[in-house]
């Protein structure tokens, strides 16, 4: 056949609707098993950030709503943690669009005072050596690189770098300051949510 711009276009269109057709469908195919594995990562991360608790934190989530109506709006979700009843802490899903690559997801876990227990990076595209460091680095001993045990409340939850408490990853400062930024985001939701559980427990 002639070559011809018309049937170039019409090759490329071709080629175009079978690719995507493809790709739709490979994508039905396998969103369920995506989301069921994200729903269990999830899940174990709350087990793992949260203090021990014998309710169900999914059955009582809290979605709050941080800066709302602004262009940095940010979606919050606070699973309490109870034991017989009582407010023990809660794991926190928290996020920022700040990160050296752009969005982090991270779960902390707060004790009923609001100090940091644990945490568990959920999501992020940090460069691998650099940012990705930030799931052990502030769990560790050295220096002031640890935020556990730190209370929000009563420390200065920023890089070192900007007169804060804790010590950035080396040569990753933007990773540093977006993870802090949802541990902070974080905790001002577990304070909101903490607030309105007192309420409740007050009116019944």
Same mark, same amino acid.
Request: charged letters at 20%; proline letters at 2%.
């Given at each position: ?30 969103? $369920? ?38 262009? $940095? ?10 034991? @017989? ?16 690559? @752009? ?51 009563? $420390? ?49």
């Amino acid at each position: 056949m002639q070559s011809s711009l018309k049937n170039m276009v019409l090759s490329l269109g071709l080629i175009t609707i079978v690719a995507a057709l493809l790709l739709g469908g490979v994508y039905v195919l396998t969103a $369920d098993t995506i989301a069921k594995a994200e729903l269990k990562a999830q899940i174990d991360a709350i087990g793992e950030v949260a203090p021990e608790f014998d309710n169900n934190p999914l059955e009582e989530v809290y979605i709050h709503k941080a800066n709302a109506g602004t262009k $940095d709006s940010l979606t919050i979700e606070v699973y309490p943690a109870r034991m @017989g009843g009582k407010l023990v802490g809660a794991a926190v899903k928290s996020s920022s669009m700040n990160g050296f690559s @752009g969005e982090i997801t991270i779960m902390y876990g707060f004790k009923a005072d609001g100090t940091v227990n644990n945490y568990k990076v959920l999501k992020h595209a940090e460069t691998a050596g650099l940012g990705s460091k930030m799931q052990e680095w502030f769990r560790s001993l050295k220096g002031n690189q640890s935020v556990l045990g730190l209370n929000p409340s009563k $420390d200065n939850m920023t890089v070192s770098k900007d007169g804060g408490a804790v010590d950035a990853i080396t040569a990753a400062t933007i990773t540093s300051r977006a993870f802090l930024e949802a541990l902070n985001s974080a905790f001002e939701a577990y304070c909101a949510v903490t607030e309105k559980d007192k309420e409740g427990q007050n009116n019944e």
